[in-house]
T-cell receptor, first 116, second 115 residues
Framework: AQSVTQLDSHVSVSEGTPVLLRCNYSSSYSPSLFWYVQHPNKGLQLLLKYTSAATLVKGINGFEAEFKKSETSFHLTKPSAHMSDAAEYFCVVSGGLSGGYNKLIFGAGTRLAVHP | GAVVSQHPSRVICKSGTSVKIECRSLDFQATTMFWYRQFPKQSLMLMATSNEGSKATYEQGVEKDKFLINHASLTLSTLTVTSAHPEDSSFYIC???????????FGQGTRLTVV
């Protein structure tokens, strides 16, 4: 079975400082991993995805994540936080097929706050 | 990628009434759509998989008679919350195209408040 654990429920950073949102996964096979961002009362937007290609994945808005199989981690980073980055972030692992489609399993989420 | 439109974005209803939420895939024929529920400050939980032309597949613990799903066309799936109660108040989100190794595209979500 697949699962995902986001290690921090809340992260607070100052504008211009680095961001690190941690995610560990459990999978019985080579997983697909995603990071989504959700702004208040909005749907989800894909930041980036790992699908067994390059282990360092670059996404939108300056975010990137590194897949580390030995550590079963897929941490999300950004060199310099912006006020607009304040949102809820979800680490997601593919949970196997549901009728031929990818069944997604969501982490609990990390709320990122960015202070001036 | 697929554009997904969800309507309404917000709805307030009285306890005991039914509410219908629509999820439209605007530029993609989606034979399968997914419905999620998100309680405040919690993650998304898959409720059911909506299959075009056939019955939906519900996750364990989700009442199929309470959460009616209809996927009558390749571009529209509806979720009807029947006899709504305050505990059904939540954020409901649909998604399409979760094919293996590709991203899922999400609707904007519907905030349901039952009073």
């Amino acid at each position: 079975a697949q699962s995902v654990t986001q290690l921090d429920s809340h992260v607070s950073v100052s504008e211009g400082t680095p961001v690190l949102l941690r995610c560990n996964y459990s999978s019985s096979y080579s997983p697909s991993l995603f990071w989504y961002v959700q702004h208040p009362n909005k749907g989800l937007q894909l930041l980036l995805k790992y699908t067994s290609a390059a282990t360092l994945v670059k996404g939108i808005n300056g975010f990137e994540a590194e897949f580390k199989k030995s550590e079963t981690s897929f941490h999300l980073t950004k060199p310099s936080a912006h006020m607009s980055d304040a949102a809820e972030y979800f680490c997601v692992v593919s949970g196997g097929l549901s009728g031929g489609y990818n069944k997604l399993i969501f982490g609990a989420g990390t709320r990122l706050a960015v202070h001036p | 990628g697929a554009v997904v439109s969800q309507h309404p974005s917000r709805v307030i209803c009285k306890s005991g009434t039914s509410v219908k939420i629509e999820c439209r895939s605007l530029d993609f024929q989606a034979t399968t759509m997914f419905w999620y529920r998100q309680f405040p400050k919690q993650s998304l939980m898959l409720m059911a998989t909506s299959n075009e032309g056939s019955k939906a597949t519900y996750e364990q613990g989700v009442e199929k008679d309470k959460f009616l799903i209809n996927h009558a066309s390749l571009t529209l799936s509806t979720l009807t919350v029947t006899s709504a109660h305050p505990e059904d108040s939540s954020f409901y989100i649909c998604s399409v195209d979760g094919r293996l190794n590709t991203e899922a595209f999400f609707g904007q979500g519907t905030r349901l408040t039952v009073v």
